[in-house]
């Protein structure tokens, strides 16, 4: 049974940093397509963040240059290192796993993330 369990979030001043980790059981996180997702109040979930099983990345415009999506084989775990952090990247942040970054199949439960202005 595949289980991916987030941890790392909080809530943050403006122009902080958080790192979010993934706990990933029941599969290796470089046997899959990896991705960080995020849902606001009242808008629709997007994502944030992808990382292939052959560990080719891409984040979203709206966080590049401030959000990386890294994995440690060895810990079976995903991060997402978040920095200069705004208001509106206020959400519930989700990793989820999958074959291939547009079939993502497997979620966690979310961590809240909030930054305050």
């Known amino acids: 049974q595949v289980q991916l369990v987030e941890s790392g979030g909080g809530l943050v001043q403006s122009g902080g940093s958080l790192t979010l980790s993934c706990a990933v059981s029941?599969?290796?996180?470089?046997?899959?397509?990896m991705a960080w997702y995020r849902q606001a109040p009242g808008k629709q979930r997007e994502l944030v963040a992808f990382?292939?099983?052959?560990?080719?990345?891409q984040t979203a415009v709206f966080v590049e240059g401030r959000f990386t999506i890294s994995r440690d084989n060895t810990k079976n775990t995903l991060y997402l290192q978040m920095n200069s952090l705004k208001p509106e990247d206020t959400a519930v942040y989700y990793c989820?796993?999958?074959?291939?970054?547009?079939?993502?199949?497997?979620r966690g439960q979310g961590t809240q993330v909030t930054v305050s202005s």
């Open positions: 029941g599969t290796r996180v470089d046997d899959n397509a």
């Open positions: 990382m292939t099983s052959g560990g080719i990345t």
């Open positions: 989820a796993a999958g074959p291939a970054p547009g079939r993502m199949n497997q």
